[in-house]
């Protein structure tokens, strides 16, 4: 390959800088974060492609299957790195390659935006770099895909962004090196494969026009840190600064979860992975990405496919919490996208050409927690002639007799509709501190989920939500009602808290009681044999903890095998405090699932 940039890594990253600046070497303006992401929180759906070496084999090596995701071939099957270049890039032929294909596929489902890996962790460039020969005009096909598929996306009105690996297991320069790389290790070379990285950066953002998004990933390592993210996000701005940067530019994200741990860190945008948050994040931007079976790169193994109905309610859920959906597509090595994307990205498309006002555009739910039935986002239509909100309700479990209650919300009703249902003719009146929306009919327009828009006057005024003593005293706190942080999943549709595997995780539940009471408390969960471990409790008001315990949860059968046991006596003060489940210690990979936590005044 050809060698990388040869001078100290601090002057060539100053030089590039300087380079990309404008007059006597200041950097452009970057626009407010707020109109950089406007496209972006206005799309909310987007189309994540991984696409590279890795497609041809299909997660075999040496005709033996490799466990784990495809793109991961290198590191899974412990493959030397020139072994692995001398034996692909002459394999890489995607004949049936047609960008236009892709970004077709990509428009008709809905989508606002394409996101490609323009290079992975093997290394290798799917674009004609000048700063490598590990690329694309390496192999049979010698065609610069990035420069047809830019613009082939642009053609059907939608952006194109870049993904961008930092780790690259090809390199020299990169370290860590792979144990089983026997090449020799120069331990100050780190920095001349950033310069090595700046180039190829600037390659990309200089050559294909305006880039939406740059999409940065593989920065867990230990060479990569705060003060390199720096230097790469000011980089990559200093070219294109209207571009949207993820936080994996920078160091300290939390795992799966996406968001970084420290408020100082750059990038635009958290990226949760195979996960959605389920309270969302209020306040921050952040996209989930996901697969569509179990890997990302193509794996011809992997036949685990998600429901076009699953990935519609994940799209309908994420919108409803104010995230967007970076939706993956592993092409074959041919260069086709799998048949079963296709499919079911046709039969999204086909519900976005319904219901996509429900989705893009749109912003999270006004509504302190998220209803059985569905979920719910919203539009603002204020102007100059009008103060109203235009709310979405995403019906997942249609209701029997046609009616659906919005409770705690102060706003007067207008204009009901199912969309996609123009003889159908609804009203909404007001019972109380709900709206009701009855004539809805009798089943639903779309069995994945019928969606029923709603104006209301005004900015929505939702009432906080609080878990209040029932007729009999008894404070019930049911995981439908749970705030949740950390790694803890709804599951069931509400019926229970489940993937408890991070210790920081917690379940609260606001509590508003007249007056001061004793309670006994109990807790209903569920465990495999070699999980539960020891639960903490906590009563919090004014932000202190004023009263606390702890509770052993022993493994039982399986994760369906529900028990109540006691939390022991809980005193809760009058007027509001939170009552926090927490895990002091788990035996196993997960905690618990949680059903419900029930306090029975003491007489």
């Known amino acids: 390959m050809r060698t990388p940039l040869a001078a100290a890594s601090a002057a060539v990253i100053a030089t590039l800088l300087l380079a990309a600046s404008g007059p006597a070497g200041a950097p452009p303006a970057v626009p407010p974060k707020d109109e950089r992401l406007a496209w972006w929180r206005d799309a909310r759906f987007g189309m994540f492609i991984h696409f590279g070496l890795y497609s041809t084999p299909a997660g075999t090596w040496d005709g033996k299957p490799v466990g784990g995701v495809g793109e991961w071939l290198l590191q899974n099957a412990r493959i030397d790195p020139i072994a692995y270049e001398k034996t692909l890039l002459p394999q890489f032929n995607p004949v049936k390659f047609d960008a236009r294909e892709w970004a077709r596929i990509a428009k008709d489902a809905g989508m606002g935006y394409v996101v490609i890996t323009t290079k992975h962790h093997d290394g290798f460039a799917l674009w004609d770099s000048a700063a490598s020969d590990y690329d694309v005009m390496a192999t049979p096909f010698r065609r610069d895909i990035m ?14 962004c870049w993904y961008h690996s930092i780790m690259d297991w090809h390199h020299p320069d990169y370290q860590p090196r792979r144990e089983w790389d026997a090449r020799p290790v120069d331990p100050q070379s780190f920095p001349r494969y950033v310069d090595f990285m700046f180039a190829q950066l600037k390659e990309l953002l200089t050559k294909y026009g305006d880039i939406g998004i740059l999409w940065f990933d593989g920065e867990w390592e230990g060479t990569w840190n705060h003060d390199w993210g720096k230097k790469t996000d000011d980089f ?16 300290g994200r939390a795992g799966m979860e996406g968001f970084s741990a420290d408020e100082h860190a750059r990038g635009d945008y958290g990226t949760p992975e195979q996960t959605i948050p389920p309270n969302g994040m209020p306040g921050k931007d952040w996209e989930t990405c996901m697969t569509m079976n179990d890997t990302w790169g193509y794996k011809a193994s992997d036949s685990n496919w998600k429901s076009a109905r699953t990935m519609i309610r994940m799209l309908c859920d994420i919108a409803s919490k104010g995230g967007n959906f970076l939706l993956n597509v592993g092409p074959k090595g041919d260069g086709t996208i799998p048949a079963e994307s296709v499919e079911r990205l046709r039969r999204m498309g086909e519900w976005m050409r319904v219901n996509g006002e429900a989705i893009r555009g749109t912003t999270a739910s006004p509504f302190p927690k998220q209803f059985p039935w569905g979920r719910v986002t919203m539009r603002s239509l204020n102007g100059q002639w009008q103060d109203v909100t235009r709310l ?10 046609g009616t659906l209650r919005l409770d705690g919300i102060a706003n007067e009703a207008f204009a009901p509709k199912v969309l996609g249902a123009d003889d159908r003719t609804p009203s909404v009146a007001r019972d109380g501190d709900s709206l009701v929306v009855t004539g809805l009919g009798a089943a639903p327009v779309d069995p994945d989920c019928t969606v029923v828009s709603l104006g209301v006057h005004g900015t929505p005024r939702v009432q906080a939500f609080m878990v209040r003593p029932a007729a009999d005293g008894t404070v019930a706190c049911m995981a439908a009602d749970a705030i949740v942080t950390g790694s803890i999943q709804y599951e069931d549709r509400f019926a229970n808290l489940g993937w408890w595997r991070d210790m920081a995780s917690e379940a609260r539940w606001p509590v508003r009681l007249a007056g001061p009471g004793t309670f006994d408390a109990t807790i209903d969960y569920a465990a495999s044999a070699e999980c539960g471990g020891t639960a903490e409790w906590m009563v919090r008001s004014g932000g202190k903890a004023v009263a606390s315990g702890t509770a052993e949860l022993p493994g039982r059968t399986g994760w369906g095998d529900f028990a109540t046991v006691s939390l022991g006596r809980v005193d809760l003060p009058a007027g509001d405090c939170e009552f926090v489940v927490k895990a002091r210690r788990k035996n196993g990979d997960s905690f618990v699932n949680l059903r419900s936590v029930r306090m029975a005044p003491v007489k």
Do not use: C, K, T
């Open 147 to 160: 420069r047809e598929l830019a613009d082939a996306v642009r053609a059907e009105g939608l952006r194109m």
């Open 236 to 251: 990559v701005r200093s070219l294109q600064p209207r571009i949207i940067v993820n936080n994996r530019v920078d160091s």
């Open 392 to 401: 979405y309700l995403h019906v997942f479990d249609w209701p029997a007799d």
